[in-house]
């Protein structure tokens, strides 16, 4: 999966605080990016399998290079094909997986978890950046806005670049609940006789 540099979004942040620093840009749009990674779960990917030998029943978890596990969303059995049950078959941190009952046979699994840029990442991936790229930029700007005392401050439009933020944090949780549904999702209401 290719990835995308943050500086990229650069120009879309650059004219609304001209006289900021580009390191300082930057470092911005790398926290806003992982506060709409985080709060959204839009970043999502299936890890390197698991393996868990007989009698072993803790595995570290291994996200691509520059990203962090927000959230184990499904493990999957690989030997059975059957979904794990959170809390009562594993339970996780953002840097292991940890099986309640230790295996008794050699085990592998497939995780599927939700990801977030780390602090010392150089970008997400391309997909992300091109669909969402543009309300990470909104949420870099109102950090930098309000930025008190600089000579890009400006309180009323960090709140308004704030407000656009959310409405695309907003977006990305009805797309990954929905799952990019482009239909209505309404249920019509039926009888069932009387």
Request: charged residues 20%.
């Amino acid at each position: 999966m290719a990835t995308s540099p943050w500086k990229i979004l650069v120009g879309y942040v650059q004219p609304e605080v001209a006289t900021c620093p580009k390191g300082t840009i930057i470092n911005e749009i790398r926290r806003a990016a992982i506060v709409f990674c985080q709060r959204t779960q839009v970043w999502r990917e299936e890890l390197d399998p698991l393996f868990f030998p007989a009698g072993i029943a803790s595995a570290e978890l291994e996200p691509p290079r520059g990203a962090r596990v927000c959230e184990i969303l499904v493990v999957t059995n690989l030997n059975g094909g059957v979904a794990l049950i959170p809390e009562i078959q594993f339970s996780s941190t953002n840097d292991n997986l940890d099986l309640i009952d230790t295996p008794t046979l050699d085990t592998q699994l497939s995780v599927l978890a939700a990801l977030k840029p780390t602090l010392a990442s150089d970008g997400m991936p391309e997909g992300l950046i091109e669909d969402w790229g543009q309300y990470i930029a909104y949420g870099a700007i109102a950090s930098l806005k309000a930025m008190r005392g600089r000579e890009w401050e400006d309180i009323p439009g960090a709140q308004i670049k704030n407000e656009l933020f959310e409405d695309g944090i907003a977006s990305a949780k009805i797309k990954v609940i929905t799952g990019g549904a482009k239909r209505s999702l309404t249920v019509k209401a039926r009888s069932f006789g009387q």
